[in-house]
């Protein structure tokens, strides 16, 4: 029998919860959009598996702080194939170090994740299921190459 766990409010450390004022993140996401977005419900035999390009990474010729940043997702599982390829443009603080590394490793998690919210919100309403794109480690992909 599973264990159901509910926290209930009179359980939560008040200091816990307390809010606390944060500074902005060096790499901020200015714009976001899809450039290729496919969903195709069909059955097949296929296993669940998820594929994700390596990052392509442009830096503006009008600002050498502002990024484009392109990536590509594809997923398979019995009743979908989707593809999607996302492209976003974020500006970076100049004075973070290593500047490439947050480039290369925290915008494609931003676009990752805007991903799966468009991956559930385009199958939201289709005859078969809700698709919730698996959470990934891009950094392991990202260093495979």
Same mark, same amino acid.
């Given at each position: 029998m599973a264990t159901r766990w509910l926290l209930r409010l009179s359980d939560v450390n008040e200091k816990a919860l307390r809010l606390t004022k944060v500074p902005q993140a060096a790499l901020q996401l200015e714009a976001a959009w899809a450039d290729e977005l496919h969903v195709l419900v069909e059955r097949s035999e296929m296993d669940q598996e998820v594929k994700v390009s390596r990052p392509d990474?442009?830096?503006? %010729? =009008?600002? %050498?702080?502002?990024?484009? $940043?392109?990536? !590509?997702?594809?997923? $398979? =599982? %019995? =009743?979908?194939?989707?593809?999607v390829a996302a492209r976003g443009v974020f500006s970076l603080d100049p004075t973070q170090e290593e500047p490439q590394r947050l480039l290369q490793y925290n915008a494609p998690a931003i676009l990752y994740g805007l991903i799966r919210g468009w991956v559930m919100l385009m199958t939201g309403g289709a005859s $078969?299921?809700? $698709? @919730?794109? %698996?959470?990934?480690?891009?950094? @392991? !992909?990202? @260093?495979?190459?």
């Amino acid at each position: 029998m599973a264990t159901r766990w509910l926290l209930r409010l009179s359980d939560v450390n008040e200091k816990a919860l307390r809010l606390t004022k944060v500074p902005q993140a060096a790499l901020q996401l200015e714009a976001a959009w899809a450039d290729e977005l496919h969903v195709l419900v069909e059955r097949s035999e296929m296993d669940q598996e998820v594929k994700v390009s390596r990052p392509d990474i442009r830096r503006s %010729p =009008d600002d %050498p702080n502002r990024y484009a $940043v392109r990536l !590509r997702v594809r997923y $398979v =599982d %019995p =009743d979908f194939r989707i593809t999607v390829a996302a492209r976003g443009v974020f500006s970076l603080d100049p004075t973070q170090e290593e500047p490439q590394r947050l480039l290369q490793y925290n915008a494609p998690a931003i676009l990752y994740g805007l991903i799966r919210g468009w991956v559930m919100l385009m199958t939201g309403g289709a005859s $078969v299921r809700r $698709v @919730e794109l %698996p959470a990934v480690n891009l950094a @392991e !992909r990202i @260093e495979r190459g």
